[in-house]
């Protein structure tokens, strides 16, 4: 249980940093001068990423044989 924890914590870690970086990223490079394209791009696209991941890692879980081999 404790890899568990130790593992998901690592996750949210590399999450927010990559996260992060991306937001980053998108703010620099931004053609336009409107700051909120930007700001929104990237809240727009880590929310659906996120549910995407979620929904596929669940599909994945419950119709594919092997899950654990997949995981």
Request: charged letters at 5%; a positive charge; proline letters at 6%.
């Amino acid at each position: 249980m404790g890899f568990l924890l130790i593992g998901r914590v690592l996750q949210g870690v590399g999450a927010g940093l990559a996260m992060g970086a991306g937001t980053a990223a998108l703010m620099e490079n931004n053609p336009t001068s409107n700051l909120r394209f930007p700001s929104a791009t990237a809240t727009v696209s880590t929310a659906s990423g996120l549910t995407l991941a979620l929904v596929l890692s669940g599909a994945f879980a419950q119709y594919f044989p092997m899950p654990l081999f997949w995981s």
